[in-house]
């Protein structure tokens, strides 16, 4: 094959594969959020605590130590904490 074959070849086999991969969300804006704790599901925390590393790892839901992003002042609605095992909301 000549490189000119090649060379389309795979910049073809390339757009397939970004247009197969998952759209990279936007990074989150944490200005008007804060951290609210014991409201996540298993698998859907947003950050790496103490147990694990990564965001999506927990393993229980509403553990008091994995926590989500939410809008300032909804924490308490919500049932959590604004500190890791702190006093919930109802």
Request: hydrophobic share 30%.
């Amino acid at each position: 094959m000549d490189r000119r074959r090649i060379l389309i070849r795979t910049a073809i086999a390339g757009l397939i594969a970004a247009a197969a991969s998952p759209v990279l969300a936007e990074e989150k804006s944490t200005e008007n959020k804060e951290k609210c704790y014991g409201i996540a599901k298993a698998g859907q925390n947003d950050c790496g605590t103490a147990k694990h590393s990564c965001a999506g790892l927990s393993k229980r839901d509403n553990d008091a130590t994995d926590w989500k992003y939410v809008d300032k002042g909804t924490c308490g609605k919500a049932g959590g904490a604004t500190t890791p095992g702190g006093k919930r909301g109802k």
